[in-house]
């Protein structure tokens, strides 16, 4: 009797570890969520899911390395913790695109890199240290300039910014779209925000939803033509 007394204590507490390594993972979910959040906000390539996924992945590798061999003689979880940092590498390659003179997606990769570390210290119970961190990456990526006062919006037949009023202030407007294409017939950007590169990034962010559409985008205004014959990856016919 006692033993099975005992052996039901033991498989308490086993359950109890393994739901406090749980725990970890989704602390883990939630700062990668946040960090992917703001990098949605501005139409990045990696968005909510991959960091989160990333920070989950680190964080269960952790957990794996760090406790379930505990047992096996002169083993080194660090060993296993160390090859997150080589494949996170191949990922934020992935990220990058040198073309023309401009390297695009640099920041992006790095926050992928540095959101990893966060699961690693999510995974390691190092929660104040996780958390911090996410701050810091969060700040790190979202510069206090004027421009970064304002707010993209992804709507219906345009992506526009809006300042902290709610205004509009800059719009890319597509009111036309076929079953495999995006016409873009408007880029505005009001008078005293001209020349901080706010019209580049709304096409930047046209482009790339387009892309995850599968549709290709059709410049029907100056602007749209001139930003996507600097960007010929971004379109596969000009308006005529």
Not at 56 to 69: D, H, P, Q, R, T
Not at 225 to 233: D, E, M, N, R, T
Request: hydrophobic share 45%.
């Amino acid at each position: 009797m006692k033993s099975s007394v005992g052996e039901s204590n033991d498989e308490k507490g086993g359950m109890l570890e393994e739901i406090k390594y749980l725990i970890s993972i989704l602390v883990s979910v939630v700062l990668g969520f946040a960090i992917g959040y703001e990098r949605k906000l501005r139409f990045k390539e990696a968005g909510i899911r991959t960091h989160a996924i990333v920070c989950v992945g680190s964080a269960l590798i952790m957990v794996v390395s760090k406790y379930e061999f505990n047992d096996t003689p002169d083993y080194d979880a660090s060993r296993v913790v160390a090859q997150i940092v080589s494949v996170i590498g191949f990922l934020g390659a992935g990220i990058i695109v040198y073309r023309k003179h401009e390297i695009r997606g640099l920041t992006t990769a790095a926050g992928v890199w540095a959101t990893a570390g966060v699961g690693m210290a999510a995974g390691a119970e190092l929660y104040i240290v996780a958390v911090g961190a996410t701050v810091i990456i969060i700040a790190v990526q979202h510069p206090i300039k004027k421009g970064d006062k304002m707010e993209f919006f992804e709507e219906k037949e345009r992506i526009c910014v809006r300042d902290e009023r709610g205004t509009v202030v800059a719009e890319v407007v597509f009111p036309e779209e076929g079953e495999d294409a995006v016409c873009i017939t408007r880029t505005y950007v009001e008078e005293g925000l001209r020349g901080q590169g706010i019209a580049a990034k709304l096409m930047e962010a046209a482009a790339n939803s387009a892309r995850r559409r599968g549709k290709k985008i059709i410049p029907q205004c100056s602007y749209a033509a001139a930003w996507l014959a600097k960007h010929p990856q971004d379109i596969t016919e000009r308006h005529k």
